[in-house]
């Protein structure tokens, strides 16, 4: 079960602009990500696809405005550490806090579709700036885009072989301690870059 948002379907809607393709200016992806807000909280599924394919180009204001934001809150936390604006800094602060007060702050889940070299300049921008992860839908399958450190890089392509596995099964394969693997694993699931059902974890894009 997923929910499939296509972005320039909610951008022309939004704007009120039916040839309208471009992602550009805050203003314009706080406007978006709002919309996009709304189509989740209508539905009670926790996979979610954002889907670029008919997005002609995104600059670094909406990326921040639209991806950093999402991802923020579905990792249930803001970057506290690294160098952005302080209003910025608060407003995440207290969407997040409204979110958990309003609905327990469930689980979402979001794979990223049809991003192009034209989106990835900008997108790759905002993960560095705020130490943020994605997965990417691409045609060799579901891929981890960001900033990541090595064990985890190497524990979500072992989680791809398995498509479904236990910590030990995954430091087997990898030949690495158990203890070691599974915190590269809880850290992925905290940042919603995989799934865990009880002691299992899969692949996010395994479902969608």
Request: net charge negative; proline share 1%; with cysteine.
């Amino acid at each position: 079960m997923t929910n499939h948002i296509d972005l320039g379907t909610v951008l022309r809607q939004t704007l009120a602009a039916n040839l309208y393709s471009n992602l550009v200016t805050r203003s314009t992806g706080a406007a978006v990500r709002t919309q996009i807000e709304l189509l989740m909280k209508s539905s009670e599924r926790a996979l979610t696809i954002i889907d670029f394919s008919h997005v002609s180009m995104i600059d670094f204001s909406c990326a921040d405005e639209v991806i950093a934001k999402l991802l923020l809150r579905a990792s249930g936390g803001w970057d506290q550490e690294t160098d952005v604006k302080a209003d910025l800094k608060a407003d995440l602060k207290a969407d997040f806090e409204t979110d958990v007060e309003a609905k327990g702050h469930r689980e979402s889940y979001f794979v990223f579709r049809g991003m192009t070299d034209d989106h990835w300049d900008a997108i790759e921008a905002v993960l560095e700036r705020h130490g943020l992860a994605l997965v990417v839908e691409r045609d060799s399958g579901m891929e981890l885009v960001g900033v990541l450190e090595d064990c985890e890089r190497r524990a979500f392509q072992a989680v791809k072989r398995r498509g479904r596995a236990e910590s030990w099964e995954l430091a087997g394969d990898l030949g690495e301690p158990e203890p070691a693997v599974r915190n590269a694993l809880d850290r992925m699931w905290h940042r919603r870059l995989i799934m865990r059902s009880g002691d299992c974890y899969m692949p996010v894009g395994e479902v969608a």
